[in-house]
C-alpha cells in the first residue's frame, strides 16, 4: 500500500522565509487544520537529522500524539521527516522548496508506507477512512495558511 500525494503553491517570499516556518515543527499547528503543535523530544531543538518532534494532532473529538524523525534537512531546500510507529516509518512528510522569480514555489507531499493493517489502526486512531483524500485536503489548507504566514 504505497503512495504518494503531492500539492504545491508559488508563495510570494524568499525560500529561507518559507524554511524557517516549515522546519519549525512547534509551529506547524499554526498552518495545519490536523496537527496541532507539539515539541522537540530527545534532545533536539531544531530540525536536523534524526531529530525527534512529538506531534499533536486532532481530527473532530479524535485526538492523538505522534512521533516524527527528521530524515532529510537540506536547508532551504528539503525538509522531510517520517511518522515513526512500533519501529517503523509509516509515511513521510515532505516539503521541497525552489525558488521563483517572484519567491518560492512549495511542494508538500505525503509519501505512504503503512501497511493494510495499519491503515485500519489509522482510521481507529483518526477517524479517517480514507487517508489519502483527507491528507490532500489538509495540505492545500496547510500551504494555503503557509503562504498568508510567509508573506506577512
Known amino acids: 500500500m504505497s503512495q504518494l ?80 510507529l512500533l519501529g517503523k516509518d509509516w509515511c513521510d512528510w515532505i516539503y521541497e522548496i525552489e525558488p521563483t522569480a517572484t519567491g518560492c514555489r512549495v511542494t508538500h507531499s505525503w509519501a505512504d508506507h503503512r501497511k493494510t493493517w495499519h491503515d485500519r489502526l489509522g482510521k481507529v486512531v483518526s477517524g479517517v477512512s480514507d487517508r489519502a483524500t483527507h491528507n490532500r485536503a489538509n495540505m492545500e489548507i496547510t500551504l494555503t495558511q503557509l503562504a498568508a504566514a510567509a508573506e506577512k
Open 5 to 84: 500525494v503531492s500539492v504545491s503553491k508559488d508563495i510570494a517570499a524568499s525560500p529561507e522565509t518559507v524554511w524557517a516556518l516549515v522546519s519549525d515543527l512547534p509551529r506547524m499547528g499554526e498552518w495545519s487544520p490536523e496537527n496541532q503543535g507539539g515539541t522537540w523530544v530527545k534532545g533536539a531543538t531544531h530540525a536536523a537529522v534524526g531529530a525527534r518532534f512529538e506531534g499533536k494532532n486532532k481530527n473532530g473529538k479524535k485526538k492523538w500524539k505522534t512521533v516524527v524523525e527528521v530524515n532529510v534537512c537540506d536547508a532551504p531546500k528539503k525538509l522531510s521527516f517520517g511518522l515513526m
